[in-house]
């Protein structure tokens, strides 16, 4: 029942709202929740009245809507978000490692004993906070070989920003201030470029080789005395291992360079590889990828960062420690390159990882990582047999947790490509995929990773769907002059982006100003 | 009411097909009608029509007759203004640069073209960059940058730019390639003149990602950049090409785009000169460098055609004073091929080869390739 | 040497392919026979043979649960104890219908997405940015950043880039955790990219010393940045002559605000900031541990700011349809010359499910309600320093309107701040923020929090706590 269990088509359909915008549905005098009033002993006090010329003039412009309302205008718009991992086949998000996030560490992050904790009570009384978060930095300890942890990065880029300003402070300390390059590749993620040049430094990026792998060649010419160091992801979103990742290393390590390991990409490879053995100095890991906490819509996030013990003086502060009696937290560090970000980090989402890693074990993090390379490979060897999809490069090659397949063929033959493509899936209950980064140096992609949590009923369902997109590309094209998809929320905007002044409706004062008026009433 | 002007070259792709470089001189074009090959250009007219049908309402297509546009026009249903006479069966470039400037004065909003690097030069000769143009690939050269990616792409580009208000659009260089050396397998890139074509990269590519990337907003950038690090008393040889242009506009300077002008201490040199005269300019000066661009489709860089950089002026300037303005679409799209460098001597060829960095903002740069 | 296989045994809920019947149907597929065929194009010198240093696993629900709660149970937290700290995590109430929206699994397991199919997400995350605009009284606002001093080095950044300046004038009373997170942002390589220079308190009221502002104040000043509130807890009333003064030296002026109190202190924007920064928890957010951090930047709708902007922003614009509109990115590029690429600030994940939580906070509460909370906070936070300041040896020392937090001056009692504290965790009390360390020129005096979740009851119970404890 259901689902066709042969052609494994959903005639899937969304949910569809029209819902209007909360200033819209505003009823004077309506209230959403009443608020603790000042006791009858507290009325001789000035309360708001203290402010004087401070006071606000003029309430703010804030809708006013009964309570049932405000809960059923915003669970509707939860129907008709799209991408959740709880609902669809989320193997479309290719580099976010969308994986389950267990209800049982969703509720616990929920409990008082840690929602309701304060970041600056004294350590003494939050020593459970703190033996989580010691816990799970001697766990982290172990998958990498390194040997110390911090999490206080609020997200993978801010943790890779937080090892560029440990990389400045140290290379300062050491008397090199001349060292202002870090080298990184192309198919390294974004970040590796873009937050060491917002620690200060200048960025030199490698194009890949003509095999699609970091050019070693490029690499030994880039190098120089004004190294500070490399920021390299491995494998990178090709991915392809970098079998020469040693070689990289030692490149920069003889002009006195550090080593960042951006680890976005580990899920495939925990237990299996380490940071330490490929010769790093730092690394980082993305507590909501790799170990299953959830990506809340685009954070809160959590980035682990972690060194050799020679770099832990420039941790930030505070760090954690356990003095074997008590943990603790020591905020006496003065190479310290001081905070990236509030408190400890997100914590709840620290404790998730810990809880990930506590039900796994050595044993079920190894079987989590082979899950997801043998997903992606097992999705892969049915997606080479589809007609119009093509793989660049490393054509013999393992690919370990994700890939960026091509619809070159397609377009050639069709004259239909990825963008179609995505539109179509959406009909069945499939999320918009990932494409790749602009300029494009793979044509028409696609770019998939199935993680662990998908078993091998989904990823057949999902390149089933994918077939069919191709299949009605190639034998039905009518249907995509009708342009689907037609099933799902979908709206196509007149741009695909604002990019001018006039035309920015990002309020509701700047909607009225921009964008009221030219809205043709329906 | 869009009026779409339609170019075809009857013989496009034809030695493509038959195994033979590009379809110029009559010879080959017998060579190949005679063995039953047929144009491609037909074909992939009808694809980017077909894109287009939708809005067929919207669009009046002004092209020649037959098989220069009206037959594969009618065909797609579109509304078809005729101009112009050929004799059928013989049509030559004259034909081509003809029906361009009919279609210019018939104040056609965008000429598309269905042929070659020959094509778009007569396109080229005919309008220069008065009139918007995009090219349907469809012939085996294709070193100039005019050319959609697909005709299904091309469709999409022509209804986008139709769409927008504000027209972007670029400079497409357009390339003189010695076809009888190329089939020599000699490649001697030159730079014939310039199109004005949509900017389609950034249409297509801003569609679904946060981030926003645009080429032109690049390039100037880059234009100003490399104004703020001119040093003084130093000669900068300013290469052809359309990047290159934007360190002239910055500067307020006269530019000459398929020339080498020359700039010292921000002012204007000289425009348009030839090797000797850089030559002796450079002996006035303590030190000189090459601000450059990589031409073309196929990344020339110093080809045979750039006759102004002689072997002896590189050598003079050295390969630390060399600097390259390109922006990261451009890179992308030269990638996996490398900067071609061909000066005519291959020693100095080979010590240019290897890596080179090439900046991208203040804080940017990527290293690419050099080879020859 | 091979690496172990004690994972061949393994069955996880969590990754499928542990059962034996999808595995080997998979690697028949691939064409594999063993398992770390997978693996082969790792050297081997770098295939980890051993099994991880880890612990054993709780591999049943209950077992981790057990776990889990018994660490917990080892923190002190606000449903046994009473709360008085805050310093940028202060207790305030979390409305149910929040928590319900921030559990939805449409919304908390979803990443980012496309604008065109992901509409109620980005329905919400707009209407986030329209209400916190209303709430500051301006005209843009974007995705939330990592939290309130990330938005805050934003800002100063963004200043220096404006002014083509490098210094900026910080207060001497700033929150040192905010100051030590904007120093790291602001640093450089060769060079810093702003240099922040203190301009001091006044001993008597806690605001900025506006003769050391005046002295500080100069045409290389690329911004001047307040906090309202301060980090003592003090309305800065003098708010609009900074601003003036600022704007006259060529500078920016940026005000760090808490949005809780925005229902009844006035809106930076009117008078005189040129952006607005701050942190989002303070609007119903439960403490976490810190972990419900988010920081908000608003700006004016002028392309000089908005070309600077970092991060996204979700726009509303027309579909192809008629009368129908949806939501997608606002990126701003007219005439930036790639404002963008120039600067080299970055993005990333950040904290989206709190802008839904703040959504969800301001639609609730309303004009009224925040208007009330604001109230209740300052009447309670004025009870509980009028009480305190009763005690024997216990002084309020700054003089002036307050809200939330206030100083509390324990050199008199004899007792250190640490040992107050101590006692009090005894009595089940939370105390204020020891400030002996990063403001030792206040003696052992402490930061006290006190918001609408502190009652008149709670409060008297704390000073008879304190009367115990500096007996």
Known sequence: MGMNSETKLRKFHAARWDEQLVFEQSVPGERGIMVPQPEADLASLPGQKAAGAMKRKKAPNLPEINQMKVNRHYMRLSQEASCAVDLTLNISEGTCTMKYSPKIQEHMATNPMINEVHPMQHPDTMQGILEIYHKAGECLKAISGLDYFSFQPGGGSQAIYTAGSIMRAYQRANGHPEKDEVITTSFSHPVDSATPSANGFKVITLMPDAEGYPDLAALKEAVSERTAGLFITNPEDTGLFNQRIKEYVKVIRDVGGLCFYDQANANGMLGITRAKEAGFDMCHFNLHKSFSAPHGSYGPASGAVGCKEFLKPFMPVPQVGFDGDKYTLDYDCPQSIGMVRSFLGNTAVVMKAYMWIMQLGPAGLKAAAIGAVLNNNYMESLLKKTKGISIKYGEDKRRLEQIRYSWDVLMEETGIGTDEVNYRVQDFGIPDYWTAHPPYLIPEPMTLEPADSYNKEDIDEYVAVLREAAREAYEEPELYKKQPPFNAVTHRPQWPMVEKEADNACTWRLYQKNMEKRMVKK | ?372 | MAPKKTHEQFVSPYVPSTAKVSKEAMMKEIGIKDDMELYRDIPDDLIYKEDLDIPAPYVDEFSIQQHMTSILKKNANATDYAYFLGAGCARHHTPAVCDEMTGRGEFLTAYFGATTDDRGKWQAIWEYQAQMAELLDTDFCGFPQYDGPWSLSHAILIATRITGKRKVLVPASASPMNMKIVDNYTDGVTERQAELVEVAYDKKTGLLDLKDLEKKLDNKTAAVVIENPNFFGMIETQGEQIGKMAKKAGAEFIVYADPISLGVLEAPANYGANMAAGDLHSLGGHLAAGGHQAGFLGLPDDKKYLSQFKDLAVSIAPTIEDGEYSFVWYNFEEGSYGAREEANEFTGSACNLWAIHSAVYLTIMGPKGMEEVGNTIMARAQYAAAELAKLPGVKVPFAGPFFKEFVVDFTGTGKTVAEINRALVDKKIIGGLDLSCDFPELGQSALWCVTECNTQAEIDMLVAALEAVLA
Not at chain 2, 48 to 73: H, N, W, Y
Not at chain 2, 155 to 172: Q, T, Y
């Open chain 2, 1 to 372: 009411m869009y009026k779409i002007g339609l170019i075809i070259n009857p013989v496009a792709g034809i030695g493509g097909r038959a195994g033979l470089k590009g379809s110029d001189g009559v010879e080959i074009q017998q060579k190949a009608l005679a063995a039953g090959f047929k144009s491609l250009a037909p074909e992939r007219v009808g694809l980017a029509l077909e894109a287009l049908s939708e809005f067929r309402d919207e669009i009046e297509i002004i092209t020649f007759p037959s098989e220069m546009g009206e037959d594969v026009a009618r065909a797609a249903g579109f509304k078809t203004t005729v101009l112009g006479s050929i004799q059928s069966g013989k049509t030559t470039a004259e034909d081509t640069i003809r029906a361009a400037q009919d279609m210019m004065d018939a104040g056609v909003d965008l000429i598309v073209f269905a042929g070659g690097d020959g094509t778009a030069r007569n396109i080229c000769t005919a309008v220069d960059d008065k009139v918007p143009t995009i090219g349907l690939p469809c012939g085996v050269k294709m070193h100039s940058s005019v050319y959609a990616i697909t005709p299904r792409r091309a469709g999409e580009v022509i209804k986008a730019f139709c769409d927008k208000e504000e027209k972007l659009l670029v400079d497409g260089e357009v390339m003189d390639l010695d076809e009888e050396a190329y089939r020599n397998e000699d490649v001697k890139a030159k730079l014939y003149g310039y199109l004005k074509v949509p900017e389609a990269g950034a249409l297509m590519q801003k569609r679904k990602t946060g981030s926003g990337y645009s080429q032109d907003n690049q390039l100037k950038l880059l234009g100003m950049m490399f104004v703020d690090r001119m040093e003084e008393d130093v000669l900068y040889i300013i290469g052809p090409g359309s990047s290159t242009s934007h360190v002239m506009k910055d500067l307020g300077l006269q530019n000459s785009l398929l020339g080498v002008d020359l700039v010292a201490n921000k002012k204007l040199v000289a425009n348009d000169v030839n090797e000797a005269q850089i030559w002796q300019t450079m002996q006035k000066y303590p030190k000189t460098e090459i601000i450059a661009t990589v031409i073309g489709g196929q990344g020339h860089l110093f080809g045979r055609g750039n006759q102004q950089l002689s072997p002896r002026i590189i050598r003079e300037v050295g390969k630390g004073g060399i600097h390259i303005l390109a922006s990261k679409q451009k890179l992308a799209d030269l990638y996996p091929n490398p900067f071609l460098v061909d000066t005519g001597d291959p020693e100095l060829d080979a010590s240019l080869c290897g890596y080179i960095r090439v900046p991208q903002s203040r804080t940017q740069d990527i290293t690419f390739k050099i080879d020859r």
